[in-house]
């Protein structure tokens, strides 16, 4: 049925029948409503989490664990939640993740201008504008399949005034939603060598989705009077239409990618092609980048006059100047360009590869580091994976060395987003997943870096979230450099945010860490464990040895990926660099190792 409703409500009301599961964001004007319409509604978890950060990890890890995730903030709420951004665009989706966003031409509430179609170039991640509340609902429930097919997330870019202004809207009914979770590593753990390789499939999707733009329906060509031609999308749509209702016109409702294709053949059709649009010249700037003359907001010709230095367009204003159209030089040559494939492949520049390019040669691909990689010897790491491996859990790890366990010990980590995004994206994923089992595993230096706002969220919402902190005392993974919080006492700072359930454990105590694991699986409450030992790199060496008489060759200490260990004549022996750290000697069964 048709529902007067506003925008906010609209893209609620399409998230809510696209069969969204967990819904997440922060408040801020113009896009509160969207979560607040979608609170109440059965079927859905809906939260106002500690920030955006930590919103859209959370929905990540709803995302992961195979449920439909929507994510609320305004436009300056995207500048804290492009950490986890940048990265999912080369991880991708399992269910559909949807961001809504809400920019504020004009300021109305907002202590900045900012255009968020910037963010999904910077990110490379689709970008849709509805115009009203029946585009705002439609647009947003197909963002989910768009996210889906393309394996992304999607953003829908609402302004303050197409937020806050009501319209009909065909509403329909709920679609429930659901894809089983799966074990991904090399797709949603950010290591070197796995995000080496999702880049290239970034820019393959990149690819597809550039095609897709040019043939989306909802970007079209509304054909008037051919003198002038005019480029527009969102609530600027609106106006045009009715300061200028003659025109023809081409809207764009996916403005990333552009759909240069589509717009260069109505230009074609007109004598003349302006843009309009508010905030920066985004649209202006692609189209020219394109190949296509077109006379924009920023005009570089002396003769033309820019419409509005900044701000927000209304009806009342007329955007372009009375009169004839003076255009400008186009700054790229007319006609078609040849281009083709950039000669350049993403990432890293040379010498040589620029050598090649400028001859028009294609560069050969950048070497990717290998799979391999190992802990220091010692490390009070090892343990802990060794023990998680072992168990029947969807791991979310974070960034550190121990983001290595994800190679060395298959099972054991299976996400790495950015720092802090661990412990949202188990917390998210426990919510689309109740019946889940899941771990969050964070260092010492990364959970003061941007940690705690997660385990607050996680106790507010009061989430069963087991959480395990390897606490070295040194941020290990870039050379042993202090951190802010290292004078801090964990355990009591664990305490004083609400967190009941924290044990410390000695990283080389094989059992009591095992036995730790399982409980905390098995806890109705959130705990927290501490495995507190010394950076190896801090020790001295001392070797254990090895009694060959006693060693039946069965390997097991090998599991551990110490790289002091080493087989040799069918046995085990222990090589220099050993710390003495014990390890292998706990999980040796016949006493071999002393």
């Known amino acids: 049925m048709k529902k007067l409703l506003t925008g906010n409500e609209a893209a609620a009301q399409g998230a809510y029948e696209a069969g969204v599961s967990v819904a997440t964001g922060y408040p801020g004007t113009p896009s509160t409503e969207v979560l607040e319409f979608l609170m109440p509604l059965s079927g859905v978890y809906a939260e106002w989490s500690a920030n955006e950060k930590t919103a859209l990890e959370m929905a990540s890890g709803a995302s992961f664990g195979g449920k439909r995730a929507l994510v609320v903030m305004k436009h300056v709420g995207l500048n804290a939640a492009a950490d986890p951004l940048m990265t999912l665009s080369y991880t991708g989706v399992r269910a559909g993740l949807v961001i809504v966003v809400s920019d504020d031409p004009g300021m109305h ?5 900012q255009d968020s179609r910037l963010y999904g170039r910077f990110a490379k991640v689709p970008v849709l504008e509805p115009s009203d509340s029946e585009e705002a609902l439609a647009f947003t429930k197909e963002a989910f399949s768009i996210s889906e097919e393309f394996d992304i997330p999607v ?16 509403t329909g009914r709920r679609t429930a939603h659901e ?4 074990k991904e590593p090399r797709k949603y753990v950010m290591l070197p060598p796995y995000c080496n ?4 499939l970034l820019e393959e999707r990149l690819r597809r989705l550039k095609e897709f733009s040019d043939s989306f329906p909802h970007n079209r060509a509304e054909f008037g009077s051919p003198d002038t031609g005019i480029v527009t999308a969102g609530i600027s749509y609106q106006y045009v239409k009715e300061a200028f209702p003659e025109a023809s016109v081409f809207k764009v409702s996916m403005s990333y990618p552009m759909p240069l294709g589509a717009i260069k053949e109505f230009s074609k059709k007109v004598k003349r092609l302006s843009v309009i649009e508010e905030l920066e010249p985004y649209m202006e700037d692609a189209i020219r980048a394109g190949g296509i003359e077109v006379r924009g907001q920023y005009p570089i010709s002396q003769e033309a006059v820019p419409p509005l230095p900044h701000g927000e367009l209304s009806g009342g204003q007329c955007p372009l100047p009375h009169g004839e159209l003076s255009g400008g030089q186009c700054p790229l040559p007319h006609g078609e360009l040849s281009g083709g494939q950039c000669p350049l492949p993403h990432g890293e520049l040379s010498v040589s590869s620029i050598k090649k390019s400028l001859a028009g040669e294609m560069p050969e691909e950048g070497p990717i580091l290998g799979e391999g990689g190992a802990f220091c010897a010692g490390c009070p790491y090892l343990g802990v994976f060794y023990c ?3 168990t029947d859990c969807f791991v979310f790890g974070d960034i550190g060395c121990y983001t290595m366990g994800a190679l060395l010990f298959p099972g054991s980590m299976d996400t790495t987003l950015c720092m802090g995004a661990g412990i949202s994206q188990a917390v998210g994923f426990l ?16 959970f003061f870096h941007s940690g705690i706002p997660a385990v607050i969220n996680a106790l507010h919402h009061k989430t069963p979230l087991p959480l395990i902190i390897l606490d070295n005392g040194v941020t290990a993974m870039t050379g042993g450099q202090s951190y802010a919080g290292k004078e801090i006492n964990l355990k009591g700072l664990l305490h004083a945010l609400g967190l009941k359930d924290v044990g410390e454990i000695n ?20 705990s927290a464990i501490i495995i507190k030992g010394r950076c190896a790199v801090k020790e001295r060496p001392k070797n254990m040895a090895v009694d060959p008489a006693l060693c039946d060759g069965c390997m097991e200490c090998l599991e551990l990926k110490c790289p002091a260990l080493v087989r040799e004549n069918g046995a085990v022996a222990v090589r220099a ?3 003495g750290c014990g390890l292998c000697a706990s999980v040796c069964r016949r006493d071999a190792v002393g």
């Open 155 to 170: 953003i829908v870019r609402l302004t303050a005034a197409v937020s806050h202004s009501a319209s009909l809207a065909q």
């Open 109 to 113: 509430s907002s202590q900045n201008e």
């Open 197 to 200: 390789e999702r880049r290239g």
């Open 179 to 182: 894809i089983a979770p799966w």
């Open 577 to 579: 660099g050993c710390t």
């Open 431 to 446: 919510k689309a997943r109740p019946e889940g089992r899941a771990f969050a595993v964070i260092g010492d230096s990364t």
């Open 507 to 526: 990283p080389y105590d094989i059992k009591s860490i095992s036995i730790a694991i399982h409980e905390a699986l098995n806890s109705a409450l959130p």
């Open 388 to 390: 998680l491996k072992r």
